[in-house]
């Protein structure tokens, strides 16, 4: 017997924010953030600035507190 999967397919999500930057101009992003590797160097394009920032320390998992 096969299992159906359905699937949501949405076009909004309330909770997110915009991506700013066209879909055309992710190749060129992908291929800067390549290039650049580790050094964190500011770079301007035509179209966005890449302006990286030293990752942030990992915070420790903590479960959701459950109610009374």
Same mark, same amino acid.
Do not use: C, W
């Given at each position: 017997?096969? =299992?159906?999967?359905?699937f949501v397919v949405? =076009?909004?999500?309330?909770?997110e924010h915009a991506? %700013? ?6 190749? %060129?992003? !992908? ?21 990286? @920032?030293?990752? @942030? %320390?990992? !915070? ?9």
């Open positions: 017997m096969k =299992t159906m999967l359905r949405r =076009t909004s999500h309330p909770d991506l %700013e930057i066209p879909y055309g101009d992710l190749p %060129e992003l !992908q291929i800067a953030l390549h290039a650049i590797g580790d050094n964190l160097v500011q770079q301007a394009h035509r179209d966005f600035v890449i302006f990286p @920032r030293p990752a @942030r %320390e990992p !915070q420790p998992f903590a479960p959701p507190a459950s109610g009374p």
